[in-house]
């Protein structure tokens, strides 16, 4: 029997990773391969088709293309200016993939991803208004209202981690100082260890660390293991992520708050503090009405389950 | 002929106001009755019935009913636990007015209801996605995104003014410390001019008022007077505000943030500080997107305007 399947694409820095996924989000094709090889994005396309071919002759029948990127932007379907990539300007990707596959494409960013992801295959299939955040090198997230992600007027609403939370605060990659992100992330928690370190004399077993090996796993462990700048910093963190969340409950009044990627599966060491300053800071109407939960997809499956869960939504809303 | 009309109605802590709107935003018929005198909300309805009776008969077919009110829920139809009306608990408004006009009924509160009024009547006409900001005693916020007001999950969203922007500020009416109202409204610039005042011996006209006697108008005329502590206070307050504006569009990204209410008629004196600051605390990709304009709306015809146009925009729609 044919089997109805979306192409899922995670387009990374490093890998691009792509499968065959089905309306219950099970991967029957799963590869990837070397992103900066395709200088051209169209050969990257092309050798996705090219794996996949034989796949999809046998079993499938294909519905759409989904495909999540940095800087990606739906209402155009292109990625634009990302750094982290070596395509510069702006890339029609999306329409690159609807002519190598003769299938409806769509292209979002990783954070919207996710959040479709979450919505169609994870803890939020009955929630209609609820803020995905990524909790990873950035702090990247997906707002979703009535059902849908919040794109704002050029597409690029969401960028929960650019909200400046403190006055003069950390330097930003993005030239601006401040942002949530520079606080509340794995590389947040990092500078947080090391300026908890130098403005303490407190044993730490992160004293034995180098900076550049610093991780959230490690910071994790040591806050396991009862370090108490690693506990602290846990809270410090935490205390950042709950305030901003408490100020954008008040935007957009969301049901959930769904925490996911690398420092999110620290479990209680961020979502206590986390949940703790974003109800103490919360306006009266709000209280005990929004829920902080973790994400039900696998760090490893998210990204592309994202961005299937992009292309059967869309074409569901065909 | 018979004319269509919707009656709007805007329900004040003193003043309850009423009119017949054409699809034009022409007004035909307007009264007003003193909302205290009504310990039962479903009198009040009556009242307005027994004004307009001759007048709807004579000429016009109603429509529908939009209500705007304090603490307004669009969702459930009703006034909830609004501190400056004499109802207290939940009052189902809708329904009443549905049950005694036999005509849908909608209501939502005042901020929603303005950016409702500048979309079909003002300024936003042609504008999906845009934040209505009234500058008033307190701040108002109504959040449209792709051509609907985001209500949120509980219908209690965009309430922008209650968003903290100073730890452990000043003290707002919501118990909480340092809300975005309390810097960027009238009550916000009066405050910062008694502080202006205590904490310097600068020369101002403004020393000779009681402080319950100041208004915004008065410190208007001040600063167009060339009086250095309210030229400060406007910069103050726009500082506050712009900063503000700049990290709700990285939530949200509209194309057009309009200002309303007592302070925005103060013209460039608070347009040009707030424009200043939002534009050098944008996040990049946001830069020379986002205009900032004024109202469309008279002042004493916003609230029933926009009332009015909740009632045409939602009997549109179904």
């Known amino acids: 029997m044919v089997k109805q399947v979306v192409l899922g694409v995670d387009i990374g820095g490093t890998n691009t990773t792509f499968a065959l ?13 070397p992103t900066r090889q395709y200088s051209d994005a169209r050969n990257l ?23 999540g990127a940095p800087n990606g932007n739906f209402y155009n379907g292109t990625i634009e200016f990302a750094p982290n990539l070596q395509w510069t300007g702006i890339i029609p990707l999306a329409r690159y993939f609807q002519e190598e596959f003769k299938a409806p494409s769509y292209l979002t960013n990783d954070a919207n991803a996710a959040a479709v ?31 849908q992600i919040l794109y704002g007027h050029d597409g690029f609403a969401g960028e929960l981690g650019h909200v400046i939370v403190k006055e003069n605060g950390r330097q930003c990659g993005c030239g601006r100082k401040g942002c949530l992100e520079t606080y509340a992330s794995v590389t ?27 991780s959230g796993k490690i910071i994790e462990q040591a806050a396991v293991n009862g370090d108490e700048i690693a506990q602290k910093a846990f809270g410090i963190t935490g205390e950042y992520l709950g305030k901003a ?48 939960i973790p994400s039900a997809l696998k760090s490893n499956e998210a990204a592309l389950l994202g961005a299937a869960a992009l292309a059967w939504k869309e074409t569901a809303n065909k």
Chains 1, 2 share one sequence.
């Open 21 to 33: 996924v089905d309306k219950e989000g099970r991967i029957s094709f799963k590869d990837n391969i």
């Open 45 to 67: 396309v092309r050798k996705i088709k090219e794996s996949l071919g034989a796949e999809l002759l046998a079993n499938d029948r294909l519905m759409g293309v989904g495909v």
């Open 117 to 147: 992801g979450e919505m169609i295959f994870g803890n939020t299939k009955n929630i209609k208004d609820f803020i995905m955040v990524t909790l990873g090198t950035g702090l990247g997230s997906g707002i979703v209202v009535n059902g």
């Open 188 to 214: 947040g928690i990092k500078t947080t260890v090391v300026e908890l370190l130098e403005s303490s004399n407190i044993e730490s077993e992160l004293r034995g660390f180098k900076v550049v090996d610093l």
């Open 245 to 292: 969340l408490a100020n954008i409950i008040a935007i957009t009044s969301p049901k959930a708050i769904v925490l996911f990627g690398g420092l999110a599966q620290s479990g209680d060491l961020i979502f206590k503090p986390t949940e703790y300053f974003m109800n103490k800071n919360l306006l009266k109407i709000y209280e005990k009405k929004v829920k902080l």
